[in-house]
């Protein structure tokens, strides 16, 4: 008699441990699955931001919105094409700055943002694999000769920067 009770005791035993380790691999196997066939493919799931600037076109203008540059400066509309080759979409607002290349500081102001968003709330949303021009106005120093533009969008710091040779003006 004492033998049939072993035998019953050992079996929920292993019934509780057949149950626990069908437990364990429910809840591990689909992440390893997913991590694999990730791996295999070459994809992430990670939200990975990847903004480029590819193109700048710039115009002189004599004012921004009744805002004159001060003596010795330019005021400088900059139309900054930017292309989204992130995962996610992103938001442009102030994520596009510049500089003089002699490193004089001047005013810089966020302005219209292109039609190539899908957001119709907020044109700034550029959605992953569009691009998009974003317009920035600049006071500019006479004397300098370049601008370098910056995003802080990019995995590698050396595609964060562009550097815009300023086209030969006459006043």
């Keep these: 008699m004492e033998k049939k009770k072993n035998r019953g005791i050992s079996f929920v035993k292993y019934f509780i441990l057949i149950v626990i380790v069908i437990n364990v691999l429910a809840n591990i196997l689909p992440a390893l699955i997913g991590a694999w066939n990730g791996f295999r493919s070459g994809q992430s799931d990670e939200n990975v931001s990847d903004v480029r600037i590819v193109d700048v076109s710039s115009q002189v203008v004599t004012d921004y919105e009744g805002y004159t540059p001060i003596e010795g400066y330019r005021m400088y509309r900059f139309d900054v094409t930017v292309n ?88």
């Design 84 to 171: 989204n080759m992130g995962s996610r979409d992103e938001d442009m607002a102030y994520a596009v700055y510049l500089r003089s290349g002699d490193g004089v500081a001047f005013q810089q102001t966020d302005s219209a943002y292109t039609d190539a968003s899908r957001n119709v709330t907020d044109s700034r949303i550029v959605p992953r694999g569009r691009s998009s021009v974003i317009t920035l106005y600049g006071e500019v120093s006479e004397e300098s000769t370049t601008v370098e533009f910056y995003t802080y969008y990019t995995p590698d710091s050396e595609d964060a920067v562009y550097m815009y040779e300023l086209p030969e003006t006459t006043v």
